[in-house]
Nanobody, 116 residues
Framework: QVQLVESGGGLVQPGGSLRLSCAVS????????MGWYRQAPGKQRELVAA???????NYAASVKGRFTISNDNAKNTVYLQMNTLKPEDTAVYYC??????????WGQGTQVTVSS
């Protein structure tokens, strides 16, 4: 089993920055990739960014150049640095992990609100 705990959400003005953290515990050696998803009210959950064990990253077109996903293996933590935030980035952000059995794990989510 794998446990994911997100933190770092909040209210920020347009153009501002936030960094989300996802602390990973449990059977971390089974994991093959990590990612961040988001879900806005009335919309489907969508992939924001992902990173593989080898460090390959992937971003949604809407956040490319503004968001950066990274991991700190020593701290078992995955980060999402979000810059130049826009109102349309407002959503609940979820940390996701996938293991080599293709089983997915989810955190509880953290709210990000971009508003003046």
């Amino acid at each position: 089993q794998v446990q994911l705990v997100e933190s770092g959400g909040g209210l920020v003005q347009p153009g501002g920055s936030l960094r989300l953290s996802c602390a990973v515990s449990g059977n971390i050696y089974s994991l093959t990739s990590m990612g961040w998803y988001r879900q806005a009210p009335g919309k489907q959950r969508e992939l924001v960014a992902a990173i593989t064990g080898g460090g390959t990253t992937n971003y949604a077109a809407s956040v490319k150049g503004r968001f950066t996903i990274s991991n700190d293996n020593a701290k078992n933590t995955v980060y999402l640095q979000m810059n130049t935030l826009k109102p349309e980035d407002t959503a609940v952000y979820y940390c996701n992990a996938e293991d080599y059995y293709l089983k997915g794990y989810w955190g509880q989510g953290t709210q990000v609100t971009v508003s003046s």
